[in-house]
T-cell receptor, first 114, second 114 residues
Framework: ETGVTQSPTHLIKTRGQQVTLRCSSQ?????VSWYQQALGQGPQFIFQ???????GRGNFPPRFSGLQFPNYSSELNVNALELDDSALYLC?????????????FGPGTRLLVL | DQQVKQNSPSLSVQEGRISILNCDYT??????FLWYKKYPAEGPTFLIS?????DKNEDGRFTVFLNKSAKHLSLHIVPSQPGDSAVYFC?????????????FGGGTRLMVKP
């Protein structure tokens, strides 16, 4: 069974640029969630995708957007990068079957915005 | 407004003793609670969960206790091992939330001394 994978592992961008982060969900899972973890804090929910549609969103501006593909993999796109976007971005997958879900996390992508 | 709080940023325990990590929440709609362990440069690893219909769940050395009236949960690790040294996050979700988003606490760094 393959776990959640993310790419790239590290990324350096400059303010104003755009970035795309990628995630492959664990086999058998149909839902992907994205979180941002700033240094010294817990992860903060960005949004979740289920059946290729956004299925909930946290308190993040529209310049944070995403996609989910038919194979349940996902992308997180961030436009007009700001210095405060520097963080660890975590992807988690789960199976949505109507009951409480356990989300399983990938290793994360560390983004540095200069 | 922090809905999930871990008031102890760090905890130091001797190997073989019990580690008790605490978590408080404010949102009465939360009905599913999880504990994750995180090593540096890795994503959070799922440890154990508990539904609000239970007050205790055990898995090997790990036990989670839920006190709904106090809106408090705790993770007990017995016996503690040096490999348990990591940051522990509690998380909560409400199954009727759009997206089943996880709300995380700020984490507690556990150090188990040999």
């Amino acid at each position: 069974e393959t776990g959640v994978t993310q790419s790239p592992t590290h990324l350096i961008k400059t303010r104003g640029q755009q970035v795309t982060l990628r995630c492959s969900s664990q086999s058998g899972h149909n839902t992907v969630s994205w979180y941002q973890q700033a240094l010294g804090q817990g992860p903060q929910f960005i949004f979740q995708y289920y059946r290729e549609e956004e299925n909930g969103r946290g308190n993040f501006p529209p310049r944070f957007s995403g996609l989910q593909f038919p194979n349940y993999s996902s992308e997180l796109n961030v436009n007009a990068l700001e210095l405060d976007d520097s963080a660890l971005y975590l992807c988690a997958s789960s199976f949505s079957g109507g009951a409480a879900e356990t989300q399983y996390f990938g290793p994360g992508t560390r983004l540095l915005v200069l | 407004d922090q809905q999930v709080k871990q008031n102890s940023p760090s905890l130091s325990v001797q190997e073989g003793r019990i580690s008790i990590l605490n978590c408080d929440y404010t949102n009465s709609m939360f009905d599913y609670f999880l504990w994750y362990k995180k090593y540096p440069a890795e994503g959070p690893t799922f440890l154990i969960s508990i539904s609000s219909i239970k007050d205790k769940n055990e898995d090997g050395r790990f036990t989670v206790f839920l006190n709904k009236s106090a809106k408090h949960l705790s993770l007990h690790i017995v016996p503690s091992q040096p490999g348990d040294s990591a940051v522990y996050f509690c998380a909560a979700s409400a199954t009727d939330n759009a997206g089943n988003m996880l709300t995380f606490g700020g984490g507690t760094r556990l150090m188990v001394k040999p």
